[in-house]
């Protein structure tokens, strides 16, 4: 049954910004969804980006559980990360910005030391989008990555779908198709504190998680995985049992301490197409994220490169004035494997005329 009549939908302008090829200022559309329950979930047209994640916690009050800011110039001074948005025309990295398909080699830009990163310095998350509401309440993105965008070969048509729904669901459905072959992997590169944006300065402070994976990709030489998987048995990267994640922040080597890995999820053992990735809970709030998709991958990061208390680093400054600080958030991206496009063992992640790159993603919300 459709949630469409449990569903409301808002569009506002966050601002503007000049449209790339005429130059002439466009207004950045936002779109609010709500349900009955009184979740709420804001996405702009930038980056189709949310900038607003608003659920229940344990004592009926409403937390914004996504760091962000109040209006686009703060996306624009701080949003090397991709704050929320969608990562793409390849997620997570390309060792050395390079691969080889067809016979032919193509360099992409490198925007991470020597390495390509969530689709380069003008990744998707850099876009602005077209929008629209359809007739089921779903907020649906669309773009075109050109032929030679980044270095890569193909024009690519692109859809990002939002739909929340009336049990405290946040559905995200991520299609794309290409006229030449080309590596595509899309994900959200979302920041999740579950104790409410504005504690993000305080650590992950009660927050417990839970990864279904056995395996993950070892870095290589260059900190990038180039084909070698390994069991998570014995190691501060098993999660398959909740654990609390404040005090292994700084056990994790190497430096900077906490996390950036890649795990091989667990495929699901039931006929579900989606499979459960990961479940966050934090004690305080009562609030709990149960993450699924049908992605083999998911990159969980801890934000141990933002500014650093203990060194006098500047607060990056958010929604209300908040403080971001190191290990403030959560991230979990579900995708293909980092540096696919260059390891013949991994999940093939070409996609050629005539295919269609699929990639759902599956935010459940709820009280413990």
């Known amino acids: 049954m459709s949630d469409k009549n449990e569903i409301e939908v808002r569009e ?8 790339p090829s005429s130059k002439n200022d466009v207004p950045i559309r936002r779109y609010t969804l709500s349900n009955k329950n009184g979740m709420q979930v804001s996405v702009i047209s930038y980056g189709a980006a949310i900038t607003s994640l608003r659920v229940p916690d344990g004592e009926g009050n409403y937390r914004d559980v996504i760091l962000g800011f109040d209006d686009i110039t703060g996306y624009l001074k701080n949003y090397a990360g991709g704050y929320n948005g969608v990562a793409g025309r390849v997620a997570s990295f390309i060792e050395n910005g390079k691969f080889t398909l067809n016979g032919e080699e193509y360099q992409l830009g490198v925007n991470h030391r020597e390495h390509h990163l969530h689709g380069g310095a003008k990744g998707f998350h850099t876009k602005i989008w077209e929008a629209n509401v359809d007739a089921s309440k779903r907020v649906m993105f669309s773009c075109v990555s050109e032929d030679g965008e980044e270095g890569y070969p193909s024009t690519v048509l692109v859809q990002v779908t939002y739909e929340l729904k009336s049990d405290n669901q946040l559905l995200l459905n991520f299609e794309a198709m290409p006229s030449k072959p080309t590596p ?20 992950l402070v009660d927050h417990q998680i839970e990864i279904n994976a056995d395996t993950y990709t070892a870095p290589g030489p260059k900190g990038i995985p180039n084909g070698e998987i390994k069991n998570v048995n014995g190691t501060n990267l098993d999660f398959r049992v909740p654990k609390k ?64 208390p203990a060194k006098n680093d500047e607060a990056i400054i958010g929604k209300g004035g908040a403080k971001y600080m190191k290990f403030g958030f959560i991230a979990l991206e579900t995708q293909q494997y980092p540096n696919a496009v ?19 993603l599956l935010l459940k919300f709820g009280i413990v």
């Open 245 to 308: 994640l404040n005090a292994l922040l700084e056990e994790f080597p190497p430096g900077p301490n906490g996390y950036n890995v890649n795990y091989c999820v667990n495929p699901s053992s039931s006929d579900s197409e989606l499979h459960f990735v990961s479940r966050i809970k934090q004690d305080k709030t009562r609030i709990m994220l149960e993450v699924f998709s049908n992605q083999p991958g998911v990159q969980f990061y801890t934000g141990q490169h933002w500014p650093d």
């Open 184 to 203: 595509i992997n899309l994900t959200m590169h979302g920041h999740f504190n579950l104790g409410g944006h504005e504690t993000a300065h305080l650590r």
């Open 342 to 360: 260059n390891v013949e063992s991994f999940p093939n992640i070409i996609v050629n005329p005539g295919e269609m790159y699929q990639h759902t």
């Open 12 to 19: 506002d302008i966050f601002g503007y910004l000049p449209d």
